[in-house]
């Protein structure tokens, strides 16, 4: 079952959209008018991991939505300049800095109405706070899965950037959110589309969802190429301003197997049904095919302000600060069938989405790992997928694991990368 289909049941005080719609969330009854009332109270919204890429883009959209939206709570890993400036321009009532030893580097910078929460609890603390109805999960990586967690428990509407927390533990989210009538609305610009794309029919009806892919800055590159690329290579994206760890995964295609294993647990769907399609000029963000061959696609430019504003905005759309089309300077609109021989991880991504259990947490952690060995420079690009498959490869798969276990099989995948490096 589709987690945003289960998102319509809620209290009476809610109501949801068309019957038989996809859509799923469950929305306040004031918030479906075309434009709420002028004097409706502000939503208040959490930016978990507000100084990375999806954290800015929300910044900029939440300046453009507002008075009608103002920002609770920021959070950042080490930026804590960034954080401080961030803070003095929305005065929240709570930032977090995951790293302690920054906390009395930002302190003083703070306003006096400002809580500062240190540390990892700090940013769980931050994540499920009563002042904030609305949390951004934009934190990288299997990092940001405790706060995402915690928002979901504490029955929030969550933007979901963070898509490793599904990756990951899925298995746990998904169940969690049903039991506390959180509602997790996609950001990622994929997710986003099928979800948008998915309002016009009905979930018995869909018959196959197309994800796109832009190919990377490889895409014409030959095997022998890519096994040498260097790190200045996989962070030179053809369309998308990303951050570096999702530019590096865009270049070797693990972040579609991850989107792949994300789409299987926000959907319900059957990972047979999801398949990928190379679009070189990420305008068409991903399409749903229906049972009478029917596609419905969603377009746009590849500016993740749109999705980011929409899952604030759902189920209104409202102008913003995003980019336009100029369908006059669309020459053409190509596509073409992945190449899985120099492309591997797709294959992987699916091996990992029937597989289940603690199969997505082993993938995930040996990928950052490996990313991270690689932005170091201490492993060749094409080395990056081998690793992966290698720490699969020495996993015997947990089928139905507590969160205990899921954290212990990310753990666990990130020594064996240690051990792989050392043969």
Known sequence: MCHLETCRRGPDNLVSLRPGSYSG???????LSPEPPAQAEAKSVCIMGSTGSIG?????VVRALRPKYRVTGLCAARRWRELAAQAAETRPSAVAIAEPSHADSIKPLLNGSTELLVGPEGLVELAGRADSNFVVAAI????????????????????????????VAGSILIPLAERSGACLLPIDSEHSAIFQSMTAGRPSEVQRTLLTASGG????????EIAQASVEDALRHPTWKMG???????????NKALEIIEARWLFGLPVESIEV???????IHSMVEFCDGSVIAQLGTPDMRTPIQYSLTYPNRVSGCATRLDFATIRRLNFEPPDLERFPALRLGYEVARAGGTAGAV????????????????IPFGRIVQLI?????????????????????????RREVVECLKD
């Open 25 to 31: 969330a469950t929305v306040p009854k004031e918030s």
């Open 56 to 60: 800015r883009s929300t910044m900029d």
């Open 244 to 254: 570096p760890k999702i530019t590096v995964d865009s270049a070797t295609m693990v």
């Open 389 to 413: 498959e290698e720490v699969l490869g020495r996993h015997t798969v947990s089928p139905s694991p507590d969160l205990n276990e899921l954290l212990e099989a990310d753990s666990w995948a």
């Open 140 to 167: 990288v990586g299997a990092a940001g899965l405790a706060s995402t967690i915690a928002a979901v428990r504490a029955g929030k509407r969550v933007g979901l950037a963070n898509k490793e927390a599904l990756v």
């Open 277 to 283: 399609l190379v679009h070189p000029e990420s305008i």
């Open 217 to 224: 800055p490889f895409r014409t590159w030959s095997g022998p």
């Open 363 to 378: 993938f995930n952690a040996a990928n950052e790992a490996a990313v991270e060995a690689f932005l170091g420079r201490r």
